[in-house]
């Protein structure tokens, strides 16, 4: 199973990043995905997760900003990123627990830098 995350980059404050996730190689599926992030010097904290079902928990310090999203035909999972701040630059690794096992797998991260 790999993951591959894609849509970091470079943002001023109050603006939008979408990111997305595929994760190829895991026949039936997957169960939860989502984003942790992890800025420098901090631990990796949780951002948002989906069930299969379409479930979602979101971490308070997005909610309401954040809107993750997942297409199970395609294995992928999405992170809508609106009215970001300067806080929420960080690398974004996006997990995926596969079915057959019910481990996580997880991409290698892609940075998110808000600044003006």
């Known amino acids: 199973v790999q993951l591959q995350a894609f849509g970091g980059g470079l943002v001023q404050p109050g603006g939008s990043l979408r990111l997305s996730c595929a994760a190829s190689g895991g026949i039936f599926g997957f169960n939860n995905m989502g984003w942790y992030r992890q800025a420098p010097g901090k631990q990796r904290d949780l951002v948002a997760t989906?069930?299969?079902?379409?479930?979602?928990v979101y971490a308070d310090s997005v909610k309401d900003r954040f809107t993750i999203s997942r297409d199970n035909a395609k294995n992928t999972v999405y992170l809508q990123m609106n009215s970001l701040k300067r806080e929420d630059t960080a690398v974004y690794y996006c997990?995926?627990?596969?079915?057959?096992?019910?481990?996580?797998?997880w991409g290698k991260g892609t940075l998110v830098t808000v600044s003006s």
């Open positions: 997990f995926a627990n596969w079915v057959r096992n019910g481990m996580d797998y």
């Open positions: 989906i069930t299969y079902g379409g479930s979602t």
